[in-house]
C-alpha cells in the first residue's frame, strides 16, 4: 500500500519569496515515481513536476524544484519567486513502477495563497 | 496538441439516476485513469485503462464502471446516484500503461440533488 502525507492544510507566502510545501509518503515498492500537480479554482490539475525514485538529482522545472530525501522518505516541493497566479492547492501523489495497476496515490493537499 | 477533454464539464441528477462521463485522452496516449475528488475524501483512484482493457479498480462499488474504446475514449458510468456521488470527476492520460506521467483533464462536476 501507498500512502501520501501533506501536513500543512494551508500557507501563506509573500508574492516573490520561496515557500516550501512538505510531502512525505510510505510505500513497498522499490521503484516509483512522486508527482505535484497544482490545482487552481478551475479544477483542473496541472502537472508540475516529476521524481524518479532512483534519479540521483533533485528535478527542477522552472521555478519548482523537489528536494528528494529518499532515506527520509520526503520529496518536497520548492516554489521559488512566488507569484500571484501561484494561489491553488498543490498535490503531491506517487506511482509504483513496477507493481501491476499503477495507480496515482494523492496527499490530501496544501492551500497555498500568495500575498501581494 | 489538444489536452484532455471531459464532458460535459458540469452535471445535475437527480438520485437514483444515471450518468456516463466522458474523457478524451490526449492524441496518442493510450492509457486512462479516472479520480474522484469530494471534499471529504480527497482524491480516490477509480479505475485504470489501457488497450480497451480495465487494468486496475479501486475501491468503489459496483455502481462505477467504466470502459475504453479502440480510439483510447474513456466512458465512465455510474448508475442508481447518489447524494455522495456528487463529486469533480478527474481523468488523467498517460502515452502508455507503465508511463510514469500522467496529465489530467479539467473535470466534469457532478452535482447529485
Known amino acids: 500500500a501507498q500512502k501520501i502525507t501533506q501536513t500543512q492544510p494551508g500557507m501563506f507566502v509573500q508574492e516573490k519569496e520561496a515557500v516550501t510545501l512538505d510531502c512525505t509518503y510510505d510505500t513497498s515498492d522499490q521503484s516509483y515515481g512522486l508527482f505535484w500537480y497544482k490545482q487552481p479554482s478551475s479544477g483542473e490539475m496541472i502537472f508540475l513536476i516529476y521524481q524518479g525514485s532512483y534519479d540521483e538529482q533533485n528535478a527542477t522545472e522552472g521555478r519548482y524544484s523537489l528536494n528528494f530525501q529518499k532515506a527520509r522518505k520526503s520529496a518536497n516541493l520548492v516554489i521559488s519567486a512566488s507569484q500571484l497566479g501561484d494561489s491553488a492547492m498543490y498535490f503531491c501523489a506517487m506511482r509504483g513502477l513496477q507493481a501491476a495497476g499503477n495507480k496515482l496515490t494523492f496527499g490530501g493537499g496544501t492551500r497555498v495563497l500568495v500575498k501581494p | 496538441k489538444a489536452g484532455v477533454t471531459q464532458t460535459p464539464r458540469y452535471l445535475i441528477k437527480t438520485r437514483g439516476q444515471q450518468v456516463t462521463l466522458s474523457c478524451s485522452p490526449i492524441?496518442?496516449?493510450?492509457?486512462v485513469s479516472w479520480y474522484q475528488q469530494t471534499p471529504g475524501q480527497g482524491l480516490q483512484f477509480l479505475f485504470e485503462y489501457f488497450s480497451e482493457t480495465q487494468r486496475n479498480k479501486g475501491n468503489f462499488p459496483g455502481r462505477f464502471s467504466g470502459r475504453q474504446f479502440s480510439n483510447s475514449r474513456s466512458e465512465m458510468n455510474v448508475s442508481t446516484l447518489e447524494l455522495g456521488d456528487s463529486a469533480l470527476y478527474l481523468c488523467a492520460s498517460s502515452l502508455e500503461y507503465l508511463d510514469p506521467e500522467a496529465f489530467f483533464g479539467q473535470g466534469t462536476r457532478l452535482t447529485v440533488v
Open positions: 492524441s496518442g496516449h493510450r492509457s
